[in-house]
């Protein structure tokens, strides 16, 4: 924020500091152990009385001498040059807290120098005993450097009370100080003895290679037990949050700590065969495989060590972005652009969107992140995204879902600016437009006032079942299939439900064939399960007209057309890659579909890639419960609606809208939410809550299964009614109220609600009937999402054919005093609740 950007583009995202910082630690580590090889091994020789072991030690020294002071010394310059360019703030807080401890550890390394140039070069010249007491000052001096590093670096992962006191003792004398000290110690040891392989295995004589390659081996076995130990000492010392990040919250934290854990019994099977069993065996291909499994080793430490830093530069203090945690709210109110010195846009306008978008991305991405190199590389993650989804996963930053990036440091402004510049500036990626939408002519079924006996009053349970095509996509977590309910009303100034005496079909023609069947009797209406009808149209179109026909006695008394909402328009391909299957405009693609099983594999540990890629449809439904189509899944795991909207509330922004999911919104193909709530301009929230809410909601039904408590946790901040007064809920059966906001059937009161649920499935909209127990509720009002007066984007009829075919009004059937429809005469009682005489109110 204070300086210029450094930009590395594709050695950036830590792949130029961890190139030179891993080779420079490796050295530094030889450096250490090294230096008490030396001297055991020149103690060796002299209690031997072997001239060729202190050759042999001699000779090593100056392979020592070459590689940690020349070598080692210009890695160990370029960390520090490199650190000061890619995180200035950073190296400005570690010299200004420890200025002394660096001094101090300067004039150990010049006496590191001093020493190892004496002891090389007096080899063999001065007694054995003041030789050796060069060797000593040496280690001790290499030692007492590591010492002081030591305490420097664990501050940055563990500054521990140093966060409140900003005492030098506090921060140096850290939580971690002394079982990393420990373990680096061990692991000096054990290096030395890799380094000591690369010149052992060159003697030619040999019974003194063999003999070497023995006493290196033992270099390499011995302190790997009192490794192994002050590493476990070292991860119990780790704060909580530290130990989560490493070892369970960072998804790119799993192949170090994998490897970590592989390596040790390698290293160890490797030194105790050269030790032991067979030193003969060792030749130049095994010693630089197990130098580079050692190489590998430390890596593997010091990005675990690296990542459980994230996402900070100073752990709990100051960001990766280089922001320091106290001044995140100051920046946020400001915005970066205003806040940051070394810019050019610092107002965005028309004109300089995508300028903008790139030097908020300099400032905010690139600290972490290479364009098209092999660490951390935003361009494939970029790509992923339309700019709606990036944008809500910005301003979702930092939480606890995804806890290993800062929180988005600028306004929403800058957030979706940013966006944009990721997903079409960066990458050619892809700006979504509302889609064109062709008008669908359908027309109301015939109906005469006069002379028509019966009414059939039919539609769906649901105004749009969602279908992920699993036959094309190969993941399956659609919605229940679409279930046709009809009522028969015998037209009469006491009107009557025919049952017994009625046949009720329908007639579906899908694009691909026409579905024919007979609807069975239930309690009060008739009912089909549509298990045959296709997830899609083509061409496309978000709905199928049924065609529903009642007879009596073999012939036919009434006739309707009711729409059925079906779409595959799920939102997954925003954040998750793909593109539209179904003409640009719906559909999950397998690339879709192969994004959204790679991020649960990282993130839970699952294999359903390989079983994708081998052809299986993933059928989520299998783990996850969903009671809309009694699917019973794996006790163990959250239900379906808990899981995908538990994860996203605690992922996405407060802000994430619906519609980045679902079809809803009015940039959708599908418009799944058409009904009269929407013409009053009411929200998904208005009756849902915020995402937050509405997944707080749902996990606080899972009680203790899978990641409920801790998702729970991750919404903590996130919802607007508090955590505490949200009531648990089981999707599908538990659904807002219609009578929470429309009390006894009048004019509402409050225009949310919100956690009010009704108590079971009996309770739902589609499911209840009027007062008298006759009429579906639906049968008059239409479908949840799609309650008359529907205005469809693809024909106002088609939101609202059955009171166009009965009344000429696209209003609830019956409004305006319109009970003549099934009475045959006006009415005065309110038969079938309160204010059913009124007049409607939200005409256009």
Known sequence: ???????????????????????????????????????????????????????????????????????????GVAIWFTIALLSPDGTSSLIHTFVFAWATEWVF????????????????????????????????????????????????????????????????????????????????????????????????????RNKMVRYCGLWLTAPLLLLLASALWYKAALPPAQKEMIFSASPNMKPFVTAFIYLS????????????????????????ILFFLGFLYMGSFEFMREGGRRPYI??????????????????????????????????IIAENKMAAGAELSKLLCLPCHSTGGPLNDILPIARR??????????????????PYMPPFAGTTEEAAVLAQYLTTGLTPGFMPAAPYISPVPVSPAAFDMKSSEYVLLAGPTLGMTLNSNPDVS????????????????FRDPSPTVILDDAVVSYTIE?????????????????????????????????????????????????????RIGISTEFGCRNCHGGDWDQEGRSGLTRETAAGILRSHDRRSSTRLSEAFNRGTTIVCASCHADSSRNMQGSPQQLSLSAAVHGFHGALLAETADCSLCHASGDNSAS??????????????????????????????????????????????????????????????????????????????????????????????????????????????????????????????????????????????????????????????????????????????
Request: hydrophobic share 45%; aromatic share 12%.
């Open 1 to 75: 924020m204070n300086y210029p950007v450094w930009l590395l583009d594709f050695f950036g995202g830590g792949t130029l500091i961890a190139i030179i910082a891993v080779v420079h630690v490796y050295v530094s580590h030889f450096a250490v152990g090294g230096g008490l090889f030396l001297v055991f091994t020149e103690m060796k020789g002299l209690r031997d009385k072997s001239p060729a072991i202190l050759e042999y030690t001699r000779k090593h020294a100056r392979f020592f001498l070459l590689l940690t002071m020349v070598f080692g010394g210009l890695t």
């Open 109 to 208: 390394f010049l006496g590191e120098i001093v020493a190892l140039l004496l002891y090389y070069y007096y080899f063999n010249k001065i007694s054995s005993r003041n030789h050796l007491i060069l060797g000593w000052i040496y280690f001790g001096c290499a030692w007492a450097s590591l010492f002081i590093i030591n305490g420097v670096i664990d501050y940055m992962l563990t500054p521990g009370e140093w966060l409140n006191t900003h005492s030098f003792w506090s921060g140096f004398f850290n939580p971690t100080f002394w079982p990393a000290l420990f373990f680096r110690t061990f692991l000096a040891l054990m290096i030395a003895g890799l380094f000591g392989f690369l010149t052992s295995v060159n003697i030619k004589e040999t019974e003194l």
């Open 265 to 288: 019994p390698l290293l160890f099977t490797g030194g105790l065969l050269t030790a032991a069993i067979r030193p003969q065996a060792m030749r130049r291909p095994m010693v630089w």
């Open 314 to 347: 100073i752990h709990d203090y100051m960001y990766s972005t280089s922001i320091l945690k106290s001044d995140l709210a100051d920046v946020r109110e400001k915005g970066v652009l205003q806040s940051a010195r070394w810019v050019k846009n610092r107002h």
């Open 385 to 402: 995204f339309s700019p709606a989804g990036m944008e809500t996963f910005i301003l979702g930053m930092g939480g606890a879902a995804n």
């Open 474 to 489: 190969g993941i399956d977590l659609s919605y229940g299939s679409p279930v046709l309910r009809a009522q028969l009303i």
């Open 510 to 562: 899908t694009g691909a064939g026409t579905l024919h069947g007979e609807m069975q009797q239930q309690d009060g209406y008739f009912e089909a399960v549509l298990d045959e009808i296709p997830p899609s149209v083509t061409p496309f179109q978000p709905f199928l007209i049924a065609e529903i026909n009642a007879q009596i006695q073999g012939k036919t008394v009434a006739a309707t057309r009711a």
């Open 671 to 844: 418009h799944s939410f058409d009904g009269m709530h929407k013409q009053l301009e009411l929200a998904c929230n208005n009756c849902h809550g915020t995402l937050a809410e509405h997944s707080a909601a749902l996990l606080k039904q899972e009680g203790e299964k899978g990641q409920a408590k801790q998702l729970l946790a991750d919404l903590e901040n996130k919802t607007e009614t508090a955590l505490s007064d949200i009531l648990p809920r089981t999707a599908w059966n538990m659904e807002p109220d219609c009578l929470t906001c429309h009390i006894d059937f009048q004019p509402p009161e409050t225009d949310t609600a919100f956690n009010i649920w009704t108590e079971d499935a009996a309770g739902l909209f589609h499911n209840r009937m009027g007062e008298g127990g006759a009429v579906l509720c639906a049968s008059c009002h239409g479908q949840p999402h799609s309650l008359y007066p529907a205005n469809n984007a693809y024909g106002k009829s088609i939101g609202a054919l059955q009171p166009l075919q009965y009344q000429n009004t696209p209003y609830p059937i019956a409004a305006d005093k319109g009970c003549i429809v099934c009475h045959t005469m006006e009415m005065e009682d309110e038969m079938h609740h309160p204010g059913s005489l009124g007049i409607f109110r939200n005409k256009e």
